[in-house]
């Protein structure tokens, strides 16, 4: 299993960015798949999470209404689109999967808001 983000920056408050995460290794259509963020100094945090079939999405409250996660079968990807971006978001995210009672966790990738 492999899981890899990208699409992280800098990015001044009120703007966006789109995160992916390219999996490998599994059959991706068949899981339930989440993002998550640890902010300096801080326990990392469920964003948001999207099962198999697209359908039960859930986000933390913090992010509700600005991010919005989906998912492309045929390229075995994820992604988290993030807008209004607020100096709080600043943090690593990661990409998750949990498969068979093992969870797998992506490298992380860094995003900074600030002006």
């Known amino acids: 299993v492999q899981l890899v983000e990208s699409g992280g920056g800098l990015v001044q408050p009120g703007g966006s960015l789109r995160l992916s995460c390219a999996a490998s290794?599994?059959?991706?259509?068949?899981?339930?798949m989440s993002w998550y963020r640890r902010a300096p100094g801080k326990e990392r945090e469920l964003v948001a999470l999207?099962?198999?079939?697209?359908?039960?999405?859930n986000y933390a409250e913090s992010v509700k209404g600005r991010f919005t996660i989906s998912r492309d079968n045929t390229k075995s990807t994820m992604y988290l689109q993030m807008n209004d971006l607020k100096r709080e978001d600043t943090a690593v995210y990661y990409c998750?999967?949990?498969?068979?009672?093992?969870?797998?966790w992506g490298q992380g990738t860094q995003v900074t808001v600030s002006s």
């Open positions: 290794g599994f059959t991706f259509s068949r899981y339930g």
């Open positions: 999207q099962p198999s079939g697209g359908a039960g999405t």
């Open positions: 998750n999967v949990r498969i068979w009672g093992a969870v797998h």
